[in-house]
């Protein structure tokens, strides 16, 4: 059976094959680790095969799954609930600084109508991909960190001005310590011996030390810092400011902003990574729809990677090959190769993915 429509069936057939080889030499073949997303609105966590890209669990946990955390052994993920409904930021005046109403908190409308039995940190078995118990760490826990040795919790409880320390082997809150408003981003410290909460509304950024559970350090920085992450190797920290586009650099010393870098315009910086290796800082730009990425010791922006909508959360792979990204309103997460700084495939996940966390694969 020959001619030219034959002809045309075999060119046809050798250029999918080309197109398919061409898609398979951009996935990320051989990641040994899965990602696990937290979804806000639709209160699951999505598990993502990272050697095929596939959806391989959705795991439902409850109200507004947000911060998400794997422990040291990578047996455990914790996902941080809440039963007080999601509502817009507050108005900003002429500086990007929130307009509170006199005598009010922006979240005490939010409040009134919360659930606060929904409150919690969701424990699921990564073996089982199941959700197997709920630990109380106080009120609308949003962010947390684990200390270097798993054995506690680290949380911001949004609407009470509040961290919590949570010891895991009794499942209690052991320590309550007063930060600013609207806690919310927390980090350890490389060395286990701080960790750092950061309010949004005030801009203030709260170091607490981890024996004693005093705040030992407090510095400010413009309004909405939402998350912390550290140079390995070096007294360098890094924090956004979402309301006013920048980044500051932060000597973790002297406890002092050395530097504030103006990202590309309409950014709105989120979630702050550092790659692996020490050598590139990557910044989600929220609403711009965007990836900064800078060198971690000029602070030059070195390029800006399009991605899916309004990035909040963001991951980079142990490799340091692969960054994610969880793009809330297109419910899905962007896959980026690091070594082109482009997109190369987009994976749905839940309702308004808000979190994400690599988890290794167990063997």
């Known amino acids: 059976m020959s001619g030219p429509h034959h002809s ?3 060119v046809l057939a050798l250029l999918a094959m080309t197109a398919g080889s061409s898609l398979r030499a951009q996935m990320p073949a051989g990641q040994s680790y899965q990602i696990f997303v937290s979804n806000e609105k639709s209160g699951e966590v999505t598990v993502i095969n990272a050697g095929d890209l596939k959806v391989t669990a959705t795991i ?12 040291p052994d990578g047996k455990t993920v914790y996902v941080a609930l809440s039963g007080t409904p999601i509502a817009p930021p507050p108005k900003l005046d002429a500086q990007g600084n929130p307009i509170f109403q006199r005598g009010k908190d922006d979240d005490d409308d939010e409040t009134a109508h919360a659930d606060k ?3 919690g940190i969701g424990i699921i078995d990564v073996a089982s991909k199941k959700l197997t118990g709920k630990l109380l760490v106080g009120s609308d826990p949003e962010e947390f960190s684990l200390s270097k040795a798993g054995t506690e919790l680290y949380v911001s409880n949004e ?3 509040a961290a919590s320390v949570i010891n895991l082997a009794s499942g209690k809150v052991a320590h309550i310590i007063p930060v600013g408003q609207e806690p919310e981003g927390v980090a350890t410290a490389p060395d286990g011996k701080t960790f750092y909460v950061t309010c ?14 005093k705040t030992i350090a407090h510095f400010k920085v413009a309004v909405r ?14 924090v956004p400011s979402e309301s006013v586009g920048q980044l500051n650099v932060i000597d973790t010393i002297h406890y002092t902003v050395l530097k504030s870098i103006t990202l590309p315009p309409s950014s709105r910086p989120v979630r702050v990574r550092v790659a692996p290796n020490g050598q590139r ?23 800006s990677i399009k991605v899916g909508t309004r990035p909040w959360g963001l991951v980079i792979s142990p490799d340091g090959k692969y960054l994610y990204t969880a793009n809330g309103p297109s419910d899905d997460v962007s896959v980026v190769d690091l070594q082109t700084d482009k997109e190369i495939a987009r994976i749905p996940a839940g309702q308004s993915p808000w979190g994400l966390v690599i988890v ?4």
């Open 8 to 10: 045309a069936r075999i």
């Open 60 to 71: 439902p946990v409850g109200k507004r799954p947000r911060g998400i955390q794997v422990s």
């Open 117 to 119: 039995s929904a409150d």
């Open 159 to 161: 609407d009470v001005k």
């Open 200 to 213: 949004e509304a005030g801009g203030d950024v709260d170091v607490i030390d981890t024996t004693s559970y």
């Open 225 to 238: 810092p939402r998350s912390v992450d550290f140079l390995p190797g070096a007294d360098i920290a890094f």
């Open 281 to 303: 800082v990557y910044v989600s730009n929220g609403r711009a729809g965007t990836v900064s990425v800078l060198d971690a010791h000029s602070y030059e922006l070195l390029d």
């Open 360 to 363: 290794p694969n167990s063997h």
